[in-house]
């Protein structure tokens, strides 16, 4: 028969206690790896991979979005859109990773805080010289002809110059009361026949790791906030047009669209080529893009110029370049009228696109269109451009005379003027206005439309804070030390010695300097003993 097990009280009560303990080990276990720093390595190496993901793979809302989704395969479609890596900084498992890493560091912080704590309340004011032996710089000296309380007064100015900083020594007492708000403490206390001085600066460097933690958590907050409520689409402009909303193209030709809070105008776009000659507007032939934009809200208006590198942020939005049609057209346009008789001068008039100009003796000139690659429709007799490209530019406009009667006509450039008559005899119709033959002499080069990337993120600003503090606090951190000096005088064998010891938690290189220097001060003794590196251990009271 198997054992019979009696269930007592006191047996209950036992495993009651073994199952609380089985618990609490569990949540200890867990808040411990919670609070590991090398768990908050592997989530920011886990992040990192995952912004890449996002960095390599082209995002939903962005204007290459949709010739990029349109070369995947159908399974590659599949599986991105399964794993979320077409908008990766959405997914639910982005912003968890987010929301991990910062309770990461706000349980390391609160896990290290107590450790230091002790530092600021009760510094160790009062040694033996056994504790001075374990510190990572210490010298033991003996004096022959010096009073007691000289040397100790000697040694603690000694101190006080040497650690105190220069600027806060050139403000007098203002410097004091400084010294005093940034923890540059010092305290004298008495043991029978001996007296220890004590000196410490920069104890708030110990807790400097908080501030490094604040400026990350400032990060990630803002960065979620971003990835929550942040909002990524694009704008299409051609001259002219006006706008109050933008489209976040996505997968499956779904489109999002974003109502703007202000009302967006194109006033004008352009292109800075290298070669104006190249007839083509690729990058390679491309110094910047201009968008000129009115942004109008509550009756206030204000321009910007959205050109490459240089993007403008209004109201909580930022716009910069992104893309361009390639579909070309021209910004302005110079027409030349020669006169049908060959005699007389001949009439230069500069059009811009979408505008309008008076002609003395032929009316006002108005823009309809232009076409890089002329074509006619044989059966309309409606002109088309056949392609983007500039091998056959044909500028169409129209001629309003004073009685208000409207004429559509076209220019066309030298060359490809000389077989119209021939081959194409009711066109020559279209560039006669009056008395004169127009000619297209010259045209500036420029895209149809401009797209802009619209990126609004409520989250930024906090991350540019954080940053910047980030980067202020890690100077605190890696530049600044928590640095302690003790002297212990005493006498011994009818003669006194001084124990000097000193302590920092960084920057070893520097406070040794200082070391040597607080002892160069001091008067001429003996040295017993000397060492500049100890137990790394003792760094603690």
């Known amino acids: ?74 399974a590659e479609k599949t599986v991105y859109q399964v794993l979320g890596f077409m908008d990766i900084y959405h997914t639910w498992y982005f912003n968890l990773l987010l ?22 309340i009760s510094p160790k004011l009062s040694i033996t010289e056994q504790f001075a032996k374990y510190q990572p710089y210490y010298v033991k000296l003996r004096f022959r002809s010096v009073a007691f309380e000289q040397l100790l007064q000697v040694a603690s100015d000694s101190c006080r110059q040497v650690l105190m900083p220069r600027w806060l020594r050139l403000l007098g007492p203002l410097g004091g009361l400084l010294a005093k708000l940034t923890f540059f ?23 400097a790791f908080c501030a490094v933690h604040l400026a990350l958590l400032l990060i990630l907050i803002g960065w979620f906030i971003g990835n929550r409520w942040g909002q990524k689409g694009i704008i299409q402009f051609q001259p002219g047009q006006v706008s109050e909303v933008f489209f976040s193209p996505g997968a499956n030709d779904t489109v999002r669209t974003f109502k703007l809070p202000f009302k967006m105008t194109c006033v004008d776009i352009s292109q800075d080529l290298i070669d104006k000659r190249k007839p083509d507007l690729s990058p390679q032939n491309t110094l910047d893009w201009h968008t000129v934009i009115v942004f109008e809200v509550n009756g206030k208006r204000f321009k910007g110029d959205i050109h490459l590198n240089e993007p403008i942020d209004f109201m909580g939005y930022r716009f910069f370049q992104a893309s361009f049609d390639q579909i070309t057209s021209a910004r302005q346009m110079t027409l030349l009228f020669m006169p049908k008789t060959g005699k007389g001068e001949s009439l230069e008039v500069v059009l811009k696109r979408n505008g309008a100009t008076d002609v003395p003796g032929v009316g006002k000139i108005l823009w309809r269109d232009f076409y890089p690659d002329f074509r006619m429709d044989p059966e309309t007799r409606k002109p088309f451009t056949a392609s983007g490209e500039y091998v056959r530019p044909v500028a169409e406009f129209a001629v309003q005379a004073a009685d208000g009667t409207v004429k559509p006509a076209l220019a066309f450039t030298e060359d490809f003027l000389k077989g119209i008559s021939s081959n194409a005899p009711f066109l020559a119709e279209m560039i006669s ?40 606090f890690l100077f605190m951190v890696f530049f600044f030390a928590h640095e302690r000096v003790w002297v212990l005088v005493k006498p011994e064998d009818g003669e006194l010695v001084l124990c000097m010891a000193g302590n920092t938690n960084r920057n070893k290189h520097a406070f040794e300097k200082r070391f040597l220097s607080i002892l160069a001060r001091l008067p001429e003794a003996e040295v017993l003993e000397s060492r500049r590196e100890g137990r790394s251990a003792s760094d603690h009271n």
């Open 433 to 472: 206005v009056g008395d004169y033959n127009v000619v297209l002499k010259d045209f500036e080069k420029v895209s149809r439309s401009h797209t802009l990337q619209v990126q609004y993120d409520p989250g930024v600003d906090m991350v540019y804070w954080g940053f910047a503090l980030l980067v202020l």
């Open 185 to 207: 403490r010092s305290a004298l206390t008495s043991d029978k026949d001996s007296k220890t001085f004590f000196i410490e600066r920069g104890v708030w460097n110990r807790y």
């Open 99 to 120: 929301l991990v890493l910062s309770l990461n560091i706000t349980l390391a912080t609160i896990d290290r805080l107590p450790g230091y704590w002790h530092f600021f």
């Open 1 to 74: 028969m198997a054992d019979l097990q009696v269930d007592t009280p006191a047996r209950s009560a036992a495993v009651t206690v073994e199952q609380k303990a089985s618990k609490k080990g569990l949540l200890d276990s867990l808040l411990d790896t919670l609070s590991s720093v090398k768990f908050g390595i592997v989530l920011l190496i886990v992040l990192a991979v995952l912004s890449s993901i996002g960095t390599f793979i082209v995002q939903e809302g962005t204007s290459d979005f949709q010739k990029f989704y349109e070369s995947l395969t159908p």
